[in-house]
């Protein structure tokens, strides 16, 4: 049904992803000249020491990803009759978003060797959002086997 504790944990997951579209995932202050460069799931910037933006490059396949983890979330709610499928679903939810937190990572590792940063940068909420979402999705199939579980007891007994 909707209303079990596996609905709640596959809600949250939409929310955090919610969050990830909005919120900065990274930023890095350039060591030479103080520039700062943001992350978000949109957009790269690097903006000046005095505030303008220098440069900007679309990211829209981070967001794009974000957003369909989330659709797959919401989805996988109202798969609750099949719960075969709804574990496949958040299977496969879980394998797009260690590709999120790939892309992320492989997409700051880069600015930080053009930039010669000696730190990795500060990973925002948004970054972290990713984190809750991908512990949520792994509780969320935790009860879910549960209750295969419970079911399968159930028809024994019978």
């Known amino acids: 049904m909707i209303q079990r504790l596996q609905s709640i944990f596959l809600f949250l997951v939409a929310v955090v992803m919610g969050l990830t579209l909005g919120l900065d995932l990274w930023t ?10 943001k992350l978000n799931a949109l957009f790269m910037q690097q903006i000046s020491s005095t505030g303008e933006v220098i440069q900007s490059s679309s990211n829209w396949y981070i967001a794009a990803l974000a957003a369909f983890v989330g659709l797959m979330a919401i989805i996988s709610i109202f798969q609750y ?4 499928r709804q574990m496949m679903i958040n299977m496969v939810n879980s394998l797009l978003m260690v590709g ?5 990572l492989w997409t700051t590792s880069g600015v930080n060797k053009e930039i010669g940063a000696a730190d990795n940068g500060a990973y925002q909420i948004g970054f972290w959002a990713i984190l809750v979402a991908m512990v949520c999705n792994m509780l969320a199939n935790r009860f879910i086997r549960k209750d295969e579980a419970l079911i399968k007891s159930v028809d024994r007994i019978r």
């Open 28 to 37: 890095q202050i350039a060591p030479d000249s103080g520039e700062k460069w």
């Open 81 to 84: 009759r099949n719960r075969g």
């Open 100 to 104: 999120l937190v790939a892309i992320v």
